[in-house]
């Protein structure tokens, strides 16, 4: 059971990167599937989140309006498109998984599974 975030890089501000997570030994959609950062010196937060199958997305307030996720069901995945990234974007970028259902599942403690994390550098 393991997940794999891919996708992140170095970008000019207000460019655009497209998270991927990918899930092998188990689907994606039995589970809520989040994106989680931390950048140095500060805690993990929640970016956002989709529910199971039957729907229902979270953001944060500072992605809102920037960034989307989604998911596909034919390559086991879930994406997240962030565009006009901001420096402040700059951190690690975790996807996991949890049981939980939304809205309750804001806390990193309720996921289970993470992926190893992507870089996200936003810099001119």
């Known amino acids: 059971v393991q997940l794999q975030a891919s996708g992140g890089g170095l970008v000019q501000p207000g460019g655009s990167l497209r998270l991927s997570c990918a899930a092998s030994?188990?689907?994606?959609?039995?589970?809520?599937i989040g994106w989680f950062r931390q950048a140095p010196g500060q805690d993990r937060e929640l970016v956002s989140c989709i529910g199971k199958s039957e729907g229902g997305l979270y953001y944060g307030n500072s992605v809102k309006t920037r960034f989307t996720i989604s998911r596909d069901n034919v390559r086991n995945s879930v994406n997240l498109q962030m565009s006009r990234l901001k420096p402040e974007d700059t951190a690690t970028y975790f996807c996991?998984?949890?049981?939980?259902?939304?809205?309750?599942?804001?806390?990193?403690?309720?996921?289970?599974?993470w992926g190893q994390g992507t870089q996200v550098t936003v810099s001119s």
């Open positions: 030994g188990f689907r994606l959609d039995d589970y809520v």
């Open positions: 996991a998984r949890t049981r939980r259902t939304l809205p309750g599942a804001r806390e990193p403690g309720l996921y289970d599974v």
